[in-house]
């Protein structure tokens, strides 16, 4: 095909070569897991609510490496709580990405949350617990050295349910776009108040994604 792209069997959509190479520096031998988890987010995902169809084309792209990369601002074998998980969006990413974190998936919805463990249970992967809750009803029971969150809520809000979720001497990592400097601004009285530290926006994957990931990265000071 003349744009480069790679068509892997099954319902995975198309992979172009740029975002073939992105797949490959961030999956290394864990992609035929990558490929599988877009498989099933192509099929049963679309079917069950998860996602929108149009997404399809976009799931490499704009979802799941997008998310992926969030995983390099992470140290070896921490423990992270993904607020919000959905989709496993970003949770399942990073899960894959790397083996050595300990994953925590935090979502409320029963519907959600027993696709998210069908597709646990498939890829095998033993690095990942599903939670059925509120964000806030699991403050005091799990907390990670990371909490990562993507279009779960705006900042003033989302903080609230993660910095309570995370040790002292870790770290929010919040994916967002555009508005990303209006909801920190919005946010500081918060973050203050519930003893974070001083928020900047960072990206992610600069080295292999054409745009890279902007994560807002909050250390939390206190508990």
Known sequence: MTDGSVHPCGGVPALTTVEQRAAAAMFGE?????????????????????????????????????????????????????????????????????????????????????????????????????????AEQMAGKIAGDYSTARAVSALPTLVSWMIPLTRAGGEVLAIKGRSAQEEIDKAREVVARLGGGEARLVSAGNEVLATPTTVVRIPVLSR
Request: charged fraction near 30%; proline fraction near 4%; glycine fraction near 8%.
């Open 30 to 134: 864990r992609m035929e897991l990558a490929l599988r988890f877009v498989e099933h987010l192509a099929t049963s995902g679309i079917e069950r609510g998860l996602l929108g169809p149009r997404e399809v084309p976009r799931l490499w792209d704009r979802h799941v490496l997008n998310c992926a990369v969030v995983s390099e601002l992470m140290t070896e074998g921490s423990a992270v709580v993904d607020v919000g998980s959905g989709a496993g969006l970003p949770g399942l990413a990073i899960a894959i990405a790397r083996a050595d974190l300990r994953l925590h998936l935090v979502e409320p919805l029963e519907r959600r949350t027993r696709w998210l463990a069908e597709v646990i249970d498939d890829l095998g992967l033993d690095n990942v617990e599903v939670h059925r809750a509120r």
